[in-house]
């Protein structure tokens, strides 16, 4: 029996700008927009500065979809 590793990833199919709150909302299992509402609002409320830098930073560092998606083919491709 396969055991699926749960990934963090940017999205494909939930993004408004980069995935990465439609990435967080599949993740976590709540619905994309209110992941949303709550970082507008807590960028707001403690500057728009490091609102910018962390989400620009979570872009950088979270893989797209399509990356971990090919990730795993290649590495069957390997175990054969």
Do not use: W
Request: net charge positive; aromatic share 8%.
């Amino acid at each position: 029996m396969k055991t699926y590793k749960k990934r963090l990833h940017r999205s494909q199919d939930n993004k408004v700008i980069a995935g990465v709150m439609g990435g967080i909302g599949v993740y976590f299992d709540i619905d994309p927009v209110m992941i949303r509402v709550a970082y507008i609002i807590i960028t707001v409320f403690t500057g728009l500065l490091p609102g910018i830098i962390s989400y620009v930073f979570m872009v950088l560092v979270i893989p797209k979809e399509i990356e971990i998606v090919s990730e795993k083919k290649e590495s069957q491709r390997e175990k054969l």
